[in-house]
């Protein structure tokens, strides 16, 4: 460690150097040495969320030799207990603002587990409550001479996400090290970053988003500044006051820092880097965002969770973006360098230049399939006929390539969906409102004005008329996260279809905006 007292992290109005972070992240991993049942299980899973235990419980977990799998406590507890039992995880790791979740989530967990729990002096109670779990605490704040495992095989897994899966319940993405070290060199040859940079911190740690704050900004020697709950949509006081250098998030923070009229030129003058991610960008966005941070590189980023944070990006120009912009849409640009990329049709042949096809990419980012999933990887990770002897992703995602060789995003194969960057399969909405509503006849479709990315979701019901709007939405909390819970349920007595004689969902949005439900 060359600089120890260097800030490392700001949460809140605590600030954490390097000594403290990583002294309490090497504590973590010893206490998950020392006392893990299990010591050769890949993953263990982190329950935190904004705190010095959040971010040194993922550098602990892999100073221990683990892949981590982040919790969200803002999830429903069987979503959680879902999770992490799906994932095996016999170690947790647990922040004191979680303490309330845990005890929810241990109550539907009957294996034993390994608590870890860093920011509290003692562990009888939960001992006594929960006596075929073992718990651990740090013995004190003295940073731990215990040395972070660095041993990690490329091969090994880094980290574990679940996203939404169209069968009704999470699939998980396992990303080894080797994809993730592919990602940050190219990101590291890319931006020009040093110590003095101020990182923003805007994603939870479920978002893989989360993965290029944190290890961009600790690899130079930065300081990451993780914003609290009350800022994440409103951020511009947040980027004046702490002086940021770098901004990431997803282009939906720009709209609403236009609506409420936060974007007036050089409002941002600090930042050199103005990343987006996770939606596509609306060109007038990246146009006013410019103009906010005239010192800044505004770039979008474009890449599913399979393909490791990232895989493609597009640098925005004042003068020639909105001329290469299409349907008010800002490119998703050109794949990195030592990735590769076809785009496909539905025998997945090449398609012919300029015409749409689906985007399949490989190389050294790509995940090698789903978690326990061996059909959904089958289905998704396949061979090409003119792909040679790698295996690609299909992401789904429907693209056109201009005769520059940049590539447009052009809308989806499939029914999923993007709310404020998550990615959410409508068929699992669907599936749990058939549960609820004992009807097969349900559909759900995101709610959506002119060119701003899904604020919300609406559940269609037929046939179910002795259910109320606040019971379905209640019973839907209990599953889903907030982000996938419909923000309406609209009862109807007949379901439109299409000449398939499928669900005809464009004709419920066109029912739906007509109708101003």
């Known amino acids: 460690m060359r600089f120890p007292q260097r800030e490392a992290l700001v949460v809140g109005h605590q600030r954490y150097t390097y000594l403290e972070l990583l002294g309490l992240a090497s504590t973590i991993a010893q206490l998950i040495a020392q006392n893990d049942q299990e010591p050769h299980h890949p993953l263990a899973a982190i329950l935190a969320h904004r705190s010095i235990t959040a971010y040194a419980g993922v550098l602990g977990i892999l100073g221990a030799g683990r892949g981590y799998v982040p919790l969200n406590p803002k999830y429903p507890v069987l979503r959680t207990s879902s ?11 647990v922040g004191r603002e979680c303490h309330a979740t845990l005890t929810n989530l241990l109550s539907t967990i009957h294996r034993p587990l390994t608590v870890i729990l860093p920011d509290v002096p003692s562990t009888d109670q939960f001992c006594k409550t929960f006596p075929q779990h073992s718990f651990f605490s740090c013995p004190g704040n003295s940073p731990s001479d215990f040395q972070l495992h660095s041993g990690a095989a490329a091969t090994d897994i880094a980290y574990l996400l679940f996203t939404s899966g169209s069968t009704g ?64 949509m409103l951020p511009a006081k947040f980027i004046r006051e702490h002086g940021l250098t770098f901004w990431f998030s997803v282009p939906s923070v720009i709209g609403i820092l236009s609506k409420m009229r936060l974007l007036q030129p050089g409002s941002f003058p600090s930042l050199r880097y103005s990343l987006f991610c996770g939606e596509p960008l609306p060109a007038s966005y990246a146009y006013l965002f410019q103009e906010a941070a005239p010192n800044s590189i505004v770039e979008n980023l474009y890449g599913p969770t399979e393909t490791t944070i990232a895989i493609s990006c597009y640098r925005w120009n004042q003068s020639e973006s909105p001329k290469d912009s299409q349907n008010g849409i800002t490119p998703i640009g050109w794949v990195f360098p030592a990735q590769q990329c076809h785009i496909v049709n539905d025998a997945l042949h090449d398609v012919k230049p300029s015409e749409i096809g689906e985007l399949c990419l490989s190389g050294s980012q790509v995940s090698r399939g789903y978690w326990n999933e061996p059909h959904k990887t089958s289905e998704r990770f396949v061979r090409l ?23 447009h995003f052009c809308g989806r194969t499939d029914e999923q969906v993007k709310v404020r960057g998550y990615r959410v399969e409508l068929q699992e909405i669907d599936a749990v409102l058939r549960q609820i509503c004992g009807s097969e006849q349900v559909a759900s479709i995101p709610l959506q004005t002119g060119y701003d990315t899904p604020t919300g979701i609406v559940g269609f019901v037929c046939g179910s008329r002795q259910f109320q709007e606040h019971m379905v939405l209640a019973r839907c909390r209990e599953t889903l996260p907030e982000y996938m819970v419909p923000s309406r349920i609209v009862f109807i007595t007949e379901m439109p279809l299409n000449a398939n004689g499928k669900i005809d969902r464009g004709s419920l949005g066109r029912r739906f905006c007509h109708e101003q439900l």
């Open 169 to 232: 319940r999470p699939k998980g993405v396992p990303i080894s090290h080797e994809n993730v070290s592919s990602y940050l060199q190219f990101i590291r040859q890319t931006y020009h970053i040093c110590e003095r940079d101020r990182f923003s911190q805007t994603f939870d740690l479920t978002f893989d988003l989360s993965i290029h704050d944190m290890f961009l900004c600790w690899g130079h020697g930065a300081c990451l500044f993780c914003l609290p709950e009350s800022s994440a």
């Open 83 to 93: 999770m992490l039992q799906t994932a095996g995880c016999n170690v947790v790791v």
């Open 385 to 407: 006929p003119n792909g040679g002897d790698a295996v690609w992703y299909r992401t789904g995602d429907l693209v056109r390539q201009d005769e520059k060789g940049c590539l």
